[in-house]
T-cell receptor, first 112, second 113 residues
Framework: ETGVTQTPRHLVMGMTNKKSLKCEQH?????MYWYKQSAKKPLELMFV???????ENNSVPSRFSPECPNSSHLFLHLHTLQPEDSALYLC???????????FGPGTRLTVT | DQQVKQNSPSLSVQEGRISILNCDYT??????FLWYKKYPAEGPTFLIS?????DKNEDGRFTVFLNKSAKHLSLHIVPSQPGDSAVYFC????????????FGSGTRLQVQP
């Protein structure tokens, strides 16, 4: 595997379900990010991890819970989501913050 | 409060002509700017970047221009090709402060054969 991978690519879940999104980067980077992209909106930064430490939580509701066990892996745990949380969730990584980020293909989430 | 704005949601150009995509920003602390391209069902891919110490950066058919006084940057694609059809995102960062990227809402470019 190369670059940034995300699983699953598509996810449909009910509002009472618990699921997790997984991201893995194979680039040796030290920073990882979660973004949300809703239709016709800018990419919204959700969380930033730098050397496994969360450095930014962009006022994200607690029903989204990130986890970064090491510099290569990032998870987004989901529970009791709302239909408006349906979006494309993108993971990214970078060697240094503020510069070029490499994105995964995203997980298309639908909450029913 | 959107700090990075792409006011044109879409742009259509003929193959071989120049495509010009525009981006405006409001935060004067931004000192690094990037353009990303995104195809459907894929994540954004990095295209080109520019530091605030420069006013132009060129990479093949792609050139980014930065006008700091106007807080404006543009991406020129010459000549445009049908494979360039995608959504283009402008992004900015403050490399010594809050270093996370701030993205614009994107411009959909359609290059007509």
């Amino acid at each position: 595997e190369t670059g940034v991978t995300q699983t699953p690519r598509h996810l449909v879940m009910g509002m009472t379900n618990k699921k997790s999104l997984k991201c893995e980067q194979h680039l040796g980077h030290n920073a990882m990010y979660w973004y949300k992209q809703s239709a016709k909106k800018p990419l919204e930064l959700m969380f930033v991890y730098n050397f496994k430490e969360q450095t930014e939580n962009n006022s994200v509701p607690s029903r989204f819970s990130p986890e970064c066990p090491n510099s290569s892996h990032l998870f987004l745990h989901l529970h009791t989501l709302q239909p408006e949380d349906s979006a494309l969730y993108l993971c990214a990584s970078s060697q240094d913050m503020g510069y070029q980020q490499y994105f995964g293909p995203g997980t298309r989430l639908t909450v029913t | 409060d959107q700090q990075v704005k792409q006011n044109s949601p879409s742009l259509s150009v003929q193959e071989g002509r120049i495509s010009i995509l525009n981006c405006d920003y409001t935060n004067s602390m931004f000192d690094y700017f990037l353009w990303y391209k995104k195809y459907p069902a894929e994540g954004p891919t990095f295209l080109i970047s520019i530091s605030s110490i420069k006013d132009k950066n060129e990479d093949g058919r792609f050139t980014v221009f930065l006008n700091k006084s106007a807080k404006h940057l543009s991406l020129h694609i010459v000549p445009s090709q049908p494979g360039d059809s995608a959504v283009y995102f402008c992004a900015a960062s403050h490399t010594t402060g809050r270093r996370a990227l701030t993205f614009g809402s994107g411009t959909r470019l359609q290059v007509q054969p």
